[in-house]
């Protein structure tokens, strides 16, 4: 299994700001996922990163709200930017395990104001 | 794309009692997944389905996939207050491991 880590876990941003999470992986993978979980929703696939190319991006999610670095097999970052209150949500980074499992890390939790 | 169903949306039980969750898909699953989800937190993996008729069990945890692989029941038995949570069903979307998410069951235990 992989151990994930994020930060920061938590966070209350001012409107027409940005945030940067960061997500950390105890062990190489090729792809990781970034996911929103709106208050009191299931969670939706943002993009996925895989290291050397840029982001994949699901329909309704844009590069330019969302841009998303991938410096290496162990580490990610998703920044929010130009933030507004709809954005308030937890984000989580999953990887890719042995077997088509699936981790994920603890999600950052954003309240935008 | 796919939709997965699940049902009910939450379940209140006594402690002790056994439970059945359901998740339904609009599309043949590649593979099924089951999540818990602690309130704000992150998600627990409890385990894949891949085969129709397959059935796995963890500790008290037992979800199968129906021979048609379109849905899949997740039941547990002799409910305990740890295992409340919201489970969430997840598919795969055949081969890149993005995973769909269902709409969630939130389960509460009462001691």
């Known amino acids: 299994s992989a151990v994930i880590s994020q930060k920061p876990s938590r966070d209350i941003c001012q409107r027409g700001t940005s945030l940067t999470i960061q997500c950390q992986v105890d062990?190489?993978?090729?792809?990781m996922f970034w996911y929103r979980q709106q208050p009191g929703q299931s969670l939706t696939l943002i993009a996925t990163?895989?290291?050397?190319?840029?982001?994949?991006?699901e329909s309704g999610f844009v590069i330019d709200k969302f841009p998303i670095s991938r410096p290496n097999l162990t580490f990610s970052t998703l920044t929010v930017s130009n933030m507004s209150p709809e954005d308030s949500s937890i984000y989580l980074c999953?990887?890719?395990?042995?077997?088509?499992?699936?981790?994920f890390g603890p999600g950052t939790r954003l309240t935008v104001t | 794309s796919q939709e997965l169903e699940q049902s009910p949306q939450s379940l209140i039980v006594q402690e002790g009692k056994n439970l059945t969750i359901n998740c339904t898909s609009s599309?043949?699953?590649?593979?099924l997944y089951w999540y818990k989800q602690k309130y704000g937190e992150g998600l627990i993996f409890l385990m894949m389905?891949?085969?129709?008729?397959e059935e796995k069990s963890h500790e008290k945890i037992t979800a199968k996939l129906d021979e048609k692989k379109q849905q899949s029941s997740l039941h547990i038995t002799a409910s305990q207050p740890s295992h409340a949570g919201i489970y969430l069903c997840?598919?795969?979307?055949?081969?890149?491991?993005?995973?769909?998410f269902g709409t969630g069951t939130k389960l509460q235990v009462i001691p």
């Open positions: 999953s990887v890719e395990g042995g077997g088509y499992e699936q981790y």
């Open positions: 062990s190489q993978v090729t792809m």
């Open positions: 990163a895989n290291q050397g190319s840029e982001a994949t991006y």
């Open positions: 599309k043949t699953l590649y593979g």
């Open positions: 389905l891949q085969k129709g008729g």
């Open positions: 997840g598919a795969d979307d055949g081969g890149y491991q993005k995973v769909t």
